[in-house]
T-cell receptor, first 113, second 113 residues
Framework: DAKTTQPNSMESNEEEPVHLPCNHS???????IHWYRQLPSQGPEYVIH???SNVNNRMASLAIAEDRKSSTLILHRATLRDAAVYYC??????????????FGTGTLLAVQP | NAGVTQTPKFQVLKTGQSMTLQCAQD?????MSWYRQDPGMGLRLIHY???????DQGEVPNGYNVSRSTTEDFPLRLLSAAPSQTSVYFC????????????FGPGTRLTVL
């Protein structure tokens, strides 16, 4: 499975945008980029996923580089409730049916009031 | 819908004891998985199931058994607990087909003395 690299931690101020980077230089053509987040003392929750084009949903936006070797999760206005560990995960669209999510250590996002 | 539920929330065992962690989902999902999360680390896949009667091993299956007799339930059995199995255990489910998001339970915090 291709691996991802994320910063260990980041800080943001409340109501400001946050850009969480992820490098995946060995991504294959069939790998989707998924983001999950884990709030303190909770299970992970799905945030967003994409393949090539930028994606938006109610929680966040996902910007994918043209060569797909990196991506950025964008939280448009951080709130205190967004403080969590954010995981960037690659899932092969072929073997993804095996339900296998490979979690790294993620980025711990701290949001200051 | 209750989503994915796990019981118990906390458990303390002595080395050598056995126990079963319960997981249930009410979303009629075909796929269910068990993960463990050690301090400061991401989640690692223990076992997974793609439907009733079908299970397979993940990354760290040793010391654990699973069965899937119904779509709703996916219990995880610790045969002879060891201190190395002290961890937080998460159950997850998702529907079949493609790369649908996974839904995680709240976790079971297990301590083995």
């Amino acid at each position: 499975d291709a691996k991802t690299t994320q910063p260990n931690s980041m800080e943001s101020n409340e109501e400001e945008p946050v850009h969480l980077p992820c490098n995946h230089s060995t991504i294959s053509g069939t790998d989707y980029i998924h983001w999950y987040r884990q709030l303190p003392s909770q299970g992970p929750e799905y945030v967003i996923h994409g393949l090539t084009s930028n994606v938006n949903n109610r929680m966040a936006s996902l910007a994918i580089a043209e060569d797909r070797k990196s991506s950025t999760l964008i939280l448009h206005r951080a709130t205190l409730r967004d403080a969590a560990v954010y995981y960037c995960i690659l899932r092969d669209s072929v073997s993804g049916a095996t339900n296998k999510l490979i979690f790294g250590t993620g980025t711990l996002l701290a949001v200051q009031p | 819908n209750a989503g994915v539920t796990q019981t118990p929330k906390f458990q303390v065992l002595k080395t050598g004891q056995s126990m079963t962690l319960q997981c249930a989902q009410d979303m009629n999902h075909e796929y269910m998985s068990w993960y463990r999360q050690d301090p400061g680390m991401g989640l690692r896949l223990i076992h997974y199931s793609v439907g009733a009667g079908i299970t397979d091993q993940g990354e760290v299956p040793n010391g654990y058994n699973v069965s899937r007799s119904t779509t709703e339930d996916f219990p995880l059995r610790l045969l002879s607990a060891a201190p190395s199995q002290t961890s937080v255990y998460f159950c997850a489910s998702r529907s079949a087909g493609g790369l649908n998001e996974q839904f995680f339970g709240p976790g079971t915090r297990l301590t083995v003395l």
